[in-house]
């Protein structure tokens, strides 16, 4: 009877700690993922830069915390200079269309917008139940920081720094 408790305790645990939605990403890589871009084009998450940092951002353009935090971001832009940058949303993309104009997103070339739509995948991975959201990885595909909601520009840049 001792054992059975022992084992349904530890089963519990495991359980839990699995389906913890941080540890699970830590645990895996960059998700595999497929987002369409403004210009109809699909780019898929194999296509990312090799040896560099990655940024994931989920955002909605009609998010109000997502706006304040991407004006931040872009004020500080040079400092992700050597990052390949993602940003995601789930709505259509010509919805996002004003937010990449405003922003300029076209004249960087290390970053790329698109809508993953209805597949949801990169919102499911994570788990995602706040946005702006964001994903750093190291340049070997290794998971630094997970942030939902509040996204501290300078601590963020500071875990970039640290895995460089």
Request: charged letters at 20%; glycine letters at 2%.
């Amino acid at each position: 009877m001792k054992y059975k408790f022992h084992f349904i305790v530890l089963l519990t645990l495991s359980l839990l700690w699995f389906s913890h939605p941080e540890v699970n990403a830590q645990m895996a890589k960059i998700p595999s993922f497929r987002i369409v871009e403004l210009n109809g084009e699909t780019y898929q998450s194999e296509s990312l830069a090799k040896d560099k940092p990655i940024l994931i951002l989920y955002f909605s353009p009609e998010c109000d915390d997502c706006l304040a935090f991407m004006h931040l971001f872009f004020n500080h832009i040079t400092d992700f200079n050597d990052v390949s940058i993602v940003m995601i949303t789930y709505l259509p993309i010509k919805e996002a269309a004003g937010f990449i104009q405003k922003y300029h997103i076209d004249n960087y070339k290390h970053i790329v917008i698109g809508t993953e739509e209805y597949s949801l995948t990169v919102m499911k991975y994570y788990r995602i139940e706040h946005i702006p959201f964001a994903a750093l990885y190291d340049k070997n595909g290794n998971l630094i920081s997970l942030y939902q909601q509040e996204i501290p520009i300078k601590e963020l840049i500071s875990k970039l720094r640290q895995s460089q």
